[in-house]
C-alpha cells in the first residue's frame, strides 16, 4: 500500500505566480489535512476536507489560498500571486476516518519564492 | 483553545544513553490525544508514539515510550538507548479525541546524538 504522495516535492515561483501543490492520500482514506511549515516551527493546520468537501479551513489565510479535493483525482492546495512569506513546506496528511489517533503524512512540498 | 508548549529548542545525547524530551499542554477538553513525531534532516514527518487522554498506561514504541502525567499537563517522549539516526526535530501535537484529526503542533526540539 503507498503511502501519501505529493508532488512536485520542490517547487519554486516567482513573486505573483501560482502554485500548485497536489496530495494523493493512501489507497482509501477520504480525509485529507493540509499544514504549512514554516522554517524553524512546527506544522500549522490549514484545511480539512472530506471528498468533495471543505471541512475546516479555520487555517487557511483569507485571501490566495484555497482547497480541494474532488471526487477524483488528488487534493489540491492552490496559492495565487505567491509572495516570499509563502516560502514554507506544506505537508499533506490523510486518514481513512475522522478517528484521533491516525493520520499519514506526505513527505511535503518545498515551496520558494523568489 | 489548546496549546502546545515545547521549551527545549535544543538538546543533545551521548549515544547508547536516554534522553528526556518535554512536552506540555494546555485544552480545556476531556478527551484528547497526544502525539510524538520525528522529523529528520530529509523533511519527512514520521509518527512515532500515541497516548489517549483516557489510557491508562503510558504509551510505548520499542525505544519510545511517552511519560504521560494528566495532572500536570505533560507528555515528555523518552527515547531509550539513543542512535546517532536519533538526531532529528521532534515534534509533539495534539488532537481532540471525537472530532475530526486537526493536530496542534508544539515548535519543535532539535536533538543531538553524540558519538
Known amino acids: 500500500n503507498a503511502g501519501v504522495m505529493q508532488n512536485p516535492r520542490h517547487l519554486v515561483r516567482r513573486r505573483g505566480q501560482e502554485a500548485r501543490l497536489r496530495c494523493s492520500p493512501m489507497k482509501g482514506h477520504s480525509h485529507v489535512y493540509w499544514y504549512r511549515q514554516l522554517p524553524e516551527e512546527g506544522l500549522k493546520f490549514m484545511v480539512y476536507?472530506?471528498?468533495?468537501?471543505?471541512?475546516?479551513e479555520s487555517g487557511m489565510p483569507k485571501e490566495r489560498f484555497s482547497a480541494e479535493f474532488p471526487k477524483e483525482g488528488p487534493s489540491i492546495l492552490r496559492i495565487q500571486q505567491v509572495v516570499r512569506g509563502d516560502s514554507a513546506a506544506y505537508f499533506c496528511?490523510?486518514?481513512?476516518?475522522?478517528?484521533?489517533?491516525?493520520?499519514?503524512f506526505g513527505p511535503g512540498t518545498r515551496l520558494t519564492v523568489t | 483553545a489548546q496549546k502546545i508548549t515545547q521549551t527545549q529548542p535544543g538538546m543533545f545525547v551521548q549515544e547508547k544513553e536516554a534522553v528526556t524530551l518535554d512536552c506540555t499542554y494546555d485544552?480545556?477538553?476531556?478527551?484528547?490525544?497526544l502525539f510524538w513525531y520525528k522529523q529528520p534532516s530529509s523533511g519527512e514527518m514520521i509518527f512515532l508514539i500515541y497516548q489517549g487522554s483516557y489510557d491508562e498506561q503510558n504509551a510505548t514504541e520499542g525505544r519510545y515510550s511517552l511519560n504521560f502525567q494528566k495532572a500536570r499537563k505533560s507528555a515528555n517522549l523518552v527515547i531509550s538507548a539513543s542512535q546517532l539516526g536519533d538526531s532529528a526535530m521532534y515534534f509533539c501535537a495534539m488532537s481532540r479525541v471525537g472530532g475530526y484529526n486537526k493536530l496542534i503542533f508544539g515548535a519543535g526540539t532539535r536533538l543531538a546524538v553524540h558519538p
Open positions: 496528511a490523510s486518514s481513512p476516518r475522522a478517528r484521533e489517533d491516525e493520520q499519514y
Open positions: 476536507l472530506q471528498k468533495e468537501n471543505i471541512i475546516d
Open positions: 485544552t480545556s477538553d476531556q478527551s484528547y490525544g
